[in-house]
């Protein structure tokens, strides 16, 4: 079977100071969350902005041992102290298989990732990025690049708004690598807005809101009816808006 569950779940402690003294306590989404199960290879998180999805992700990728900023367990770069303690309550719940390769991607710092990686200066080094600085490239092209030359397979990556910087073709050519990555034995997480993505077959996707984390079918997302609302009649949705 295509794909892995190295990461089989996890389990949140709201009686840690870390959560309970903190502002952790006053996300909704959190405080009904405390057992977590992953049961497909591609798993997606949605919700509006400010729901607590990148939350989970960032305290997912600490705990296992990723730069919080973004990168693999060997990047140790750091420009701003701003993630949350949340991973110090979290239990990680591992499978019986361990990945050899994992990467964090957080859109929102990309910019400091690449520049470390311009820094670390090693041609052989730069080759696992696609042989190219990733400030010579377009936003969405070193996005491209990471995910192509850097994800390896047989990994856990974890992926915080990778749309950001991606065109919808370019969104297309994600999906295919997605599939790749599957293939070889890799479990991906996902924290995204985009209904394209959402799309990926055979994914589950939770929906993060005030009520908690609730699985739900794509048609079912609001990402999806909207767009798809907005595509079928823009002149009557933007008549609705503006006037």
């Known amino acids: 079977m295509a794909g892995k569950l190295y990461i089989k779940g996890f389990r949140i402690d709201h009686h840690a100071p870390e959560y309970a003294d903190s502002y952790l306590s006053k996300i909704a989404a959190l405080r009904h969350l405390y057992d977590f199960s992953f049961h497909r290879p591609v798993t997606f998180f949605v919700g509006e902005n400010g729901s ?3 939350t989970i992700l960032e305290a997912l990728a600490v705990n296992l041992g990723f730069n919080a900023e973004g990168g693999s367990k060997n990047f140790t770069f750091s420009t ?11 239990r990680v719940i591992k499978g019986p298989d361990h990945p050899k390769d994992g990467f964090f991607l957080r859109a929102e710092s990309f910019y400091n990732l690449a520049s470390n990686v311009d820094e670390i200066g090693d041609p052989i080094f730069l080759e696992q990025y696609g042989g190219k600085s990733l400030h010579q490239q377009s936003h969405g092209e070193s ?9 390896r397979g047989h990994g856990v990556y974890i992926l915080d708004e990778p ?4 065109s919808p073709t370019k969104l297309m050519t994600m999906l295919v690598r997605i599939k790749e990555l599957v293939n070889q034995q890799s479990q991906l997480i996902i924290a995204t807005h985009s209904p394209m993505l959402m799309a990926y077959p055979n994914a589950d996707i939770y929906f993060i809101s005030n009520e908690g984390v609730k699985k739900t079918r794509y048609e079912d997302t609001e990402h999806y009816n909207v767009m798809r609302h907005f595509l079928e009649d823009p002149q009557k949705m933007l008549h609705y808006l503006l006037d």
């Open 52 to 54: 607590g999805k990148s």
């Open 80 to 90: 701003s102290m701003t993630h949350s303690d949340l991973y110090k309550a979290v």
């Open 143 to 151: 996005f491209l690049s990471l995910m192509l030359h850097r994800f």
């Open 163 to 166: 749309e950001a910087a991606l």
